[in-house]
């Protein structure tokens, strides 16, 4: 019988998820199991710029794993022959590589996309492809999966109450007192089975005004890019369509990351296991020391621009 009356639940916003018809689960690594379960793969080549999440589910199922550089535009440098059942890992960066995703997928060749960075891209037709929207929402977890077998073992279905102080504690006291909190509960996702997405986290999934997200996230980046683009030392393009989850700078002067995080511009290093992966002279290398992923995100507009862009332009 359906409980009706009694005390309140949380007040969401009725609304539609954006990715309504893929497979729920509690994370993206898990997405990631889920495709290896299926166990089409004996070996998938993996991007050394990721993260090293990623190799959870290779250590969990004992599958083969090996690395792949990447080019100056984030492009796969695919110098090695691939059998017919081994797979490529490709991450789609920043949300921005939607244009290569749609190349490789063109190609005769078995594709895992990593769209993480990419939320707001649609899967491609037949190609298996996992999302993490913690990456670019407040939520404690979550994944979604696109795949075209299903998994027939049964699964449990996640509870993520008790991941949630670091998104409240942000509310009530600011970043610095929940960022513990954070770590913490970033670090409870680790070596979790593979479990349905929790209720919480797919009813926050339904309240979210993606529509509005989308564009602010692409005015904010435009912003950062017309003002940054002549100091930035890669080249990016924010295709038309593409929503971004951050502006990757970089930059090669030392210090500019720890100056930023000074003036309280918190910014991340994706990601520092590649400093023990890779030589200090590789391309990847020198991305985890250099690339700085500004934040265009919802929770801002131009005042916050302004104040990133003057602050790079200050810095010497
Ligand atoms: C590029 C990339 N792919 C996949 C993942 C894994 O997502 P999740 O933490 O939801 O398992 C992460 C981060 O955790 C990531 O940065």
Redesign the pocket.
Known sequence: MKPTGGYFELETSPGKEYHPNLIRL???????EYILRIGKYSKVYIPYY??D??L?PFKKLDINYSFYHIDQQFEPIIDFEMHKDEALLY?N?FGLKGQTVERLAGKNLNLII?N??AFFDRPLKGIDT??????FFGLP???YLATTIELKDKLETDRSVDRFSHLLKRIEFGPEEGYQDFLDN?SS?IDQPIKRMSALTNKLLSSIDYKTIAAKRRKNFELLHSQLMKHNEIDINLHPGAVPMVYPFYSSKPGLREYLIQNKIYVAT??SNILDWTKREQWENKLAQNLIPLPIDQRYGNPDMFKIIELIERFD
Request: net charge negative.
């Open positions: 509690n994370t993206g690594r898990n997405c990631l990721t993260c999440v990623i959870e991450t960066y990593d993480a960075q996992f999302y993490s929207p913690r990456k977890d979550g994944g970033d996702l994706y990601w």
